[in-house]
């Protein structure tokens, strides 16, 4: 891996995740069931969480601050998931996604500001396990979900545009 090719991998991923966006008509962006019991305007409100939380890491080692984790790095999943929920409900979907892509942009600029070295070498960083690489991180947690989330996506659509199949009983036979 290469501070190029992690760029280059970030910003493919993040236009795949883009076009499945897209695919989504602009009336349904707030429609609660897109991903389980999310909207898609909820799940990008998760996805920019996350490209914000990375980028946080990334500028405190830059200014060689050590990372103090915050009540909300406690929280599993599903538990951050509803608080993010609460946090952002109403917000307008415009700023919703002006947040997305300003979150985006400082994650690049962020890993733009790394060195090559400190991108690809195991990195020691606080409340983590062992050392590891941050583009391993950032394929994995940050790809890895435009990836997954896209596929929900497609997956939502395809299944809102198949025509419904008549069901049968036993009575109807």
Do not use: N
């Amino acid at each position: 891996m290469t501070k190029a090719r992690l760029i280059e991998m970030l910003r493919a991923a993040r236009a795949e995740w883009e076009a499945a966006l897209r695919a989504v008509p602009e009336q349904r962006l707030c429609e609660p069931g897109a991903a389980g019991a999310w909207s898609v305007k909820d799940v990008i409100v998760q996805l920019a969480y996350l490209e914000q939380w990375y980028a946080d890491r990334l500028d405190e080692a830059l200014r060689g601050e050590a990372y103090a984790p915050s009540a909300m790095d406690g929280l599993a999943g599903e538990s951050l998931s509803q608080v993010l929920y609460r946090q952002h409900r109403y917000r307008p979907l415009a700023d919703v996604l002006a947040e997305a892509h300003y979150s985006f942009r400082r994650l690049v600029r962020a890993v733009e500001a790394h060195s090559e070295a400190f991108l690809t070498q195991p990195q020691v960083f606080a409340g983590a396990a062992k050392a590891a690489p941050v583009w391993q991180g950032l394929r994995r947690e940050v790809c890895g979900r435009y990836e997954r989330h896209g596929a929900i996506l497609r997956a939502w659509l395809a299944a809102s545009a198949s025509p419904a199949r008549p069901k049968f009983d036993a009575k109807s036979r």
